[in-house]
Nanobody, 128 residues
Framework: QVQLVESGGGLVQAGGSLRLSCAAS????????MGWFRQAPGKEREFVAA????????YYADSVKGRFTISRDNAKNTMYLQMDSLKPEDTAVYYC?????????????????????WGQGTQVTVSS
C-alpha cells in the first residue's frame, strides 16, 4: 500500500499560479505511475494529468493542456503539479493517485478506477 499526502492548495486569483505536491511512501516511488485528479462540488472526479514512473511520459486533460505541468522527483519521492494561468473553473479538490500497474495505453492512466492508492485531497480555489 502506498501512502500519499498532497499539499500546496489554496486561494488564488484568476491568472495566478499554484504548485501542488504529492509525497509518497510505502513503495519504491519510481515503480509507480502517478496521477492528478480533481473534483468540483456536484461533479464527478475528473482526470487532470498523469506521469509514468520514469517521468518520461506525461498525459494531460485537454482542459489543462498548456497551463498545467506534471513532474516528479524520484529522489524525493514526490510528484508535482505546476498550475499556471488558473481559471475559476479550475476550482476543485485535487487528489493525487498511484498505481503499480503498467499498461501501454495512455488512456488507462486517465481513469480513476485504475489507481490503487489515493491522497486525502487539497483544496484549490480560484477567484474571478
Amino acid at each position: 500500500q502506498v501512502q500519499l499526502v498532497e499539499s500546496g492548495g489554496g486561494l488564488v486569483q484568476a491568472g495566478g499560479s499554484l504548485r501542488l505536491s504529492c509525497a509518497a511512501s510505502g513503495r519504491t516511488f519510481s515503480s509507480l505511475a502517478m496521477g492528478w485528479f480533481r473534483q468540483a462540488p456536484g461533479k464527478e472526479r475528473e482526470f487532470v494529468a498523469a506521469i509514468r514512473g520514469s517521468g518520461g511520459l506525461k498525459y494531460y486533460a485537454d482542459s489543462v493542456k498548456g497551463r498545467f505541468t506534471i513532474s516528479r522527483d524520484n529522489a524525493k519521492n514526490t510528484m508535482y503539479l505546476q498550475m499556471d494561468s488558473l481559471k475559476p473553473e479550475d476550482t476543485a479538490v485535487y487528489y493525487c493517485a498511484a498505481t503499480l500497474t503498467y499498461y501501454s495505453s495512455s488512456d488507462y492512466y486517465t481513469r480513476n478506477n485504475n489507481y490503487d492508492s489515493w491522497g486525502q485531497g487539497t483544496q484549490v480555489t480560484v477567484s474571478s
